[in-house]
């Protein structure tokens, strides 16, 4: 066995990894997602860039991407900063009681939201073929069924899972029926 230290696989002249203070990470983080700072569009795609590169140290390659990009990285810095400081105008307005109201979205509106998503496009589709209909039990629910409409088990999903495939615990006997929200409510896509 051999073993590799950080500062091998960095390289010296990277320097050592900057410490950042507890949560501040995540919020950058969090804020380079809210801003979309470090996209390919924006930054291009570093990877396929050292790819090209033909120096050796460190600052060769940062003088490498500044050519290849000028100003990129401090765009992204700039946007990114941006979104701190709504970030920071916003965790103003958190208190106690609004994250009570998120949790009790999160936890209770959404899921009662989704049961009922799920129970009406079953109900409808059996209603459409004359078949009875009843929802999953729990050991069901589990397997990833929704209900089944005579006897065939149903799972019912939003139309963004469609290219993700049933879960891996489903199995893959169950019918799927899609759906999507527009301003008309919802629209249903399903194969029988």
């Known amino acids: 066995m051999i073993r590799l230290k950080p500062q091998d696989l960095r390289g010296k002249d990277v320097g050592a990894a900057k410490e950042f203070p507890d949560l501040t990470s995540d919020l950058i ?9 470090t996209t390919r569009k924006k930054l291009g795609n570093p990877a396929l860039a050292i790819e090209e590169f ?3 140290t460190f600052e060769e390659w940062a003088y490498f991407y500044d050519q290849k990009r000028p100003g990129a990285l401090d ?14 105008k916003a965790l103003e307005l958190v208190d106690e009681d609004l994250v009570r109201h998120w949790v009790e979205e999160a936890v209770l509106k959404r ?15 059996a209603k459409l073929q004359g078949k009875p209909f009843r929802q999953a039990d729990d050991q069901e629910s589990e397997a990833g069924i929704d209900g089944f409409i005579d006897e065939c088990p149903f799972s019912v999903r939003p139309v963004s899972h ?3 495939g049933p879960p891996e615990e489903q199995d ?4 799927v029926v899609y759906f ?4 008309r409510g919802l ?3 399903y194969d029988l």
Do not use: C, M, P
């Not at 983080?29 to 700072?37: G, M």
């Not at 765009?75 to 920071?88: D, G, M, V």
């Open 111 to 125: 899921t009662y939201a989704a049961w009922r998503i799920q129970e009406t496009i079953l109900r409808h589709i």
């Open 54 to 56: 033909e120096g050796k």
């Open 187 to 189: 629209k249903v896509y």
């Open 162 to 164: 469609y290219f993700k």
């Open 29 to 37: 983080n969090l804020a380079n997602h809210l801003s979309k700072a």
């Open 75 to 88: 765009t992204a810095s700039q946007e990114i900063y941006s979104a701190i400081e709504k970030l920071r």
């Open 180 to 183: 999507e929200k527009d301003k």
């Open 172 to 175: 893959t006997q169950v019918a």
